[in-house]
């Protein structure tokens, strides 16, 4: 009996939240609806739930800007100042940030042979068109080699007479390499 007492309020706690928030929206959307008669003189149907609706990603809208943002900055303001932690975090925010972020860094795959008699090719990503500002001739590339099954990989500076553009999405491309070659690539970017 104790044991399905349990069961009862753990399963009234995995229910509860759920339907008092549905509860509680039907009872804003309803005293919204009903002041909006009063204050329109009619009932507009669906007036209302438009205004919930606002109202909601208004406070969404709030909520973002006054607690979330201010609790990310305040936790990257702590991590900048741990020395070894800043270092991991910073570098996985950054790749992970090239891979989906807003500047997308790996948007140019290419195939590059290593030398000129070479009967295989790397698949990697452009990640800067040219290295001179590395006092390096500007006939070279940095090329990212992501490694398969892995968060990690290697740049190279490619001379350009070895690097091949492919005409797939980078998405589909990257999604290959990370798979080791398991995941069939069928889309083209002209598509």
């Given at each position: 009996?104790?044991?399905?007492?349990?069961?009862?309020?753990?399963?009234?706690?995995?229910?509860?939240?759920?339907?008092?928030?549905?509860?509680?929206?039907?009872?804003?959307?309803?005293?919204?609806?009903?002041?909006?008669?009063?204050?329109?003189?009619?009932?507009?149907?669906?007036?209302?739930?438009?205004?919930?609706?606002?109202g909601?990603?208004?406070?969404?809208?709030?909520?973002?800007?006054?607690?979330?943002?201010?609790?990310?900055?305040?936790?990257?303001?702590?991590?900048?100042?741990?020395?070894?932690?800043?270092?991991?975090?910073?570098?996985?925010?950054?790749?992970?940030?090239?891979?989906?972020?807003?500047?997308?860094?790996?948007?140019?795959?290419?195939?590059?042979?290593?030398?000129?008699?070479?009967?295989?090719?790397?698949?990697?990503?452009?990640?800067?068109?040219?290295?001179?500002?590395?006092?390096?001739?500007?006939?070279?590339?940095?090329?990212?080699?992501?490694?398969?099954?892995?968060?990690?990989?290697?740049?190279?500076?490619?001379?350009?007479?070895?690097?091949?553009?492919?005409?797939?999405?980078?998405a589909?491309?990257?999604?290959?390499i990370?798979?080791?070659?398991?995941?069939?690539?069928?889309?083209?970017?002209?598509?």
């Open positions: 009996m104790k044991k399905l007492l349990k069961l009862l309020f753990q399963g009234a706690l995995y229910v509860a939240p759920a339907a008092l928030t549905v509860f509680i929206l039907i009872k804003l959307f309803l005293f919204l609806d009903s002041i909006l008669e009063t204050i329109v003189g009619k009932d507009v149907p669906g007036l209302g739930l438009l205004t919930l609706i606002a909601l990603v208004l406070i969404g809208f709030l909520g973002n800007v006054f607690i979330s943002d201010p609790i990310k900055k305040s936790f990257n303001k702590w991590l900048a100042k741990v020395p070894l932690i800043k270092v991991i975090y910073n570098s996985v925010k950054d790749l992970l940030g090239a891979f989906v972020g807003k500047e997308k860094k790996f948007n140019n795959p290419v195939m590059v042979k290593e030398h000129s008699n070479a009967t295989c090719y790397k698949i990697g990503f452009i990640t800067q068109e040219s290295v001179a500002s590395l006092g390096i001739d500007g006939s070279f590339s940095a090329v990212y080699f992501p490694h398969s099954y892995a968060l990690s990989g290697v740049v190279l500076l490619v001379e350009n007479e070895y690097i091949v553009t492919i005409d797939k999405p980078a589909e491309v990257m999604k290959f990370v798979s080791g070659g398991v995941i069939t690539v069928n889309k083209s970017n002209n598509e």
